[in-house]
């Protein structure tokens, strides 16, 4: 039987301050989305700004720690159900959703680069999305 992990409401909420505190120019939907395993993640932000174009950010130090934090805390609690992938979205009316994906639910023969691209692209359909540094 799966345990519930201690405050997994604290760390959606601290996620998403993080998250912000990340974009400060953001003005509609956030996409925060990671990918983890024992020694390595990599997290990444796409939001819309005031003009109205996504925008990608590397997440800050803070926020890949917290995220590792709350996937520790997870595997702690629920034992060998460790998720691998965790998109987290909040849309601009400030409603958010959490999808955690597990290993049997991620085709092995691709990588970030094949998922993060289409995931991306599902949240902010028909819009192009800028890489460039601020």
Known sequence: MTRMIPNVDDFYQRIGEAAFDAAPDAAGRLALYAEIEDGAISADLFYVDRPGNVRFRFCP??????????WDAWRQASGASEWRTMCFVVDEDGTFSVDLKYPDQIDAREGLSDRRPRIVASLFP???VDYSRP
């Open 61 to 70: 130090r803070e926020l890949s720690d917290l995220i590792d934090r709350f």
């Open 126 to 128: 028909g819009m192009a």
